[in-house]
Each structure stands twice: as structure tokens, then as C-alpha cells.
């Protein structure tokens, strides 16, 4: 991995009430639900580049990432 790449671990669940949920843990919060698998992997991706964008803005990230990279959980 590159020193300017950014690379994040998706874990997802499925709720008793059929929801989906995703989660970054390397992100704390950064969590979302989505009715299909799908659309909570989405929704948490859109969610951590808007944390990762906040914290640049913020400067509590030393420096812009190139790249963002998501990884599904084995």
C-alpha cells in the first residue's frame, strides 16, 4: 500500500429485522444501514469519504489521500 493511499475494511451484518449493516470500524461511527447488502455497503462508503473529507477540511488528516480503497471482510 501506498503511504498516500487510504484502505478500509467493511464489515456487514444482517439485522433479525432484515436490514443490512455496514461498518468501518477503522472509522469509529462510520456505520450505516441499507435495505439490501448492497445498499449499505454504498451507504457506508459515501459516509467515510464524507468523515475522511471533514477530517482533511479540519486538518486532522496529515495529508490528502490519493487513493480510498474498500475492502469487504472475509
Do not use: Q
Amino acid at each position: 500500500m501506498n503511504a498516500d493511499e487510504i484502505r478500509l475494511e467493511i464489515e456487514i451484518d444482517r439485522e433479525t429485522d432484515g436490514r443490512w449493516i455496514a461498518d468501518i470500524r477503522a472509522l469509529p461511527g462510520v456505520m450505516a444501514y441499507g435495505a439490501s447488502r448492497e445498499a449499505a455497503i454504498a451507504n457506508v462508503k459515501a459516509l467515510a469519504l464524507r468523515v475522511i473529507a471533514d477530517e482533511i477540511e479540519h486538518g486532522e488528516r496529515p495529508r490528502d489521500p490519493a487513493s480510498v480503497f474498500f475492502d469487504l471482510a472475509a
